[in-house]
């Protein structure tokens, strides 16, 4: 069962949170889904933009949504690599931007608020760590290559197991594949393993290669008590 389910999906209410806590009636369910894509959508999409103004690129990991009904205010946590450069002033009028740009495209009686909250270990969050290998595939690195490296590295910062795959055109290939390497344990079943999970794509001159990866972050021993 864990092979063929998302990793943080099958633990959520375990060890999982979910990243959109909120509650409506079902006629207006959907229409708030669709919301909550559109507006990480957004926020994704303007720290591209800036970046590309930034010397320093500022890494955004994932994006929380938490609803407040009664007084429509939304609250979005955004966590980030680089904290420092976030909370700088000119960081700061880029986040009282993005938050009026959110206001302007999802109604004027909302009220957003963008907390920043900081990335400990970059080597802890599968996002990040899948956001290097796509970096490395888009500069025409050897998938192997990118891949140990990164695996190296994960090993280093103390993580216990280190799962990798990726597929399609690999170094432009005409006939797609996929490859994966591991390094340590990765438990796909155990409910009370904490597994950080990521699915990015690269684009590439030679197609889309997708990139997953697993990091094992350890066990919560106290989840087995609920279960007795």
């Known amino acids: 069962m864990g092979q063929k389910i998302h990793p943080n999906g099958f633990r959520l209410g375990i060890v999982q949170d979910h990243q959109s806590l909120w509650f409506e009636n079902k006629n207006s369910y959907a ?28 890494v955004i990991s994932n994006i929380s949504i938490c609803r407040h009904i009664q007084n429509k205010l939304i609250f979005i946590r955004i966590a980030t690599l680089n904290i420092d450069k976030l909370v700088q002033e000119q960081n700061l009028k880029q986040l009282k931007l ?35 290998i796509v970096k490395n595939l888009r500069n025409r690195v050897p998938f192997k ?24 055109r690999l170094n432009g290939v005409e006939i797609a594949r996929s490859e994966w390497r591991r390094e340590g344990r990765v438990p796909l079943h155990t409910l009370r393993a904490k597994i950080s999970y990521s699915h990015q794509n690269a684009h590439t001159l030679y197609g889309i290669i997708g990139v997953k990866t697993w990091l094992f972050l350890g066990e919560d021993q106290s989840i087995s008590k609920k279960f007795i």
């Open 145 to 168: 290559r990118a891949i140990k490296e990164v695996l190296m590295a994960c090993r280093q910062a103390g993580i216990y197991g280190v799962k990798i795959q990726v597929a399609g």
């Open 31 to 58: 229409q708030t889904i669709q919301e909550d894509f559109h507006i990480r959508e957004l926020i994704h999409s303007f720290f591209d933009k800036t970046n590309l103004t930034l010397s320093e690129e500022l």
């Open 98 to 132: 993005l938050e009026k740009k959110l206001q302007q495209k999802f109604g004027t009686q909302k009220t957003f608020k963008i907390v920043p909250e900081i990335i400990e270990e970059e080597y802890k969050d599968a996002n990040l760590v899948g956001r290097k």
